[in-house]
């Protein structure tokens, strides 16, 4: 478990570094902002599904942590929206690099 979340932790920084530079390019500073907090915001949440899967797996009990988690990335959204509508785009962006970190760690199979 520990090196598929390695995996995905690589992949996400990989990832980040890439749309930040393009939104940087692209938009400016202000707007590529938008992707460093969706991207840390993913990095939340990616801790949060793990200490939840871990806390399930010593208690044998279910941890309901979605709400919160959709929660912050909700209110991560707010903040982007309330800086503009480009850096709300951004972090949508940054946050979905937890779900394209999962897909492409889970690609390499064992030979990673």
């Keep these: 478990m520990r090196s598929l979340i390695k995996k995905m932790v690589m992949v996400m920084i990989i990832l980040l570094g890439i749309e930040f530079v393009i939104f940087l390019a692209a938009f400016g500073m202000k707007e590529s902002l938008g992707v460093l907090i969706g991207g840390g915001g993913a990095f939340i949440n990616l801790y949060s599904l793990w200490y939840d899967i871990e806390r399930s797996k010593k208690t044998g009990r279910l ?16 903040v982007g929206g309330l800086i503009s509508v480009r850096a709300l ?13 999962a897909y492409l760690a889970g690609l390499g199979g064992k030979e990673w």
């Design 63 to 78: 941890r309901r942590g979605y709400g919160g988690r959709y929660a912050f990335s909700a209110a991560l959204m707010l």
């Design 89 to 101: 785009i951004g972090v949508f962006v940054g946050l979905m690099n937890l779900k394209m970190g």
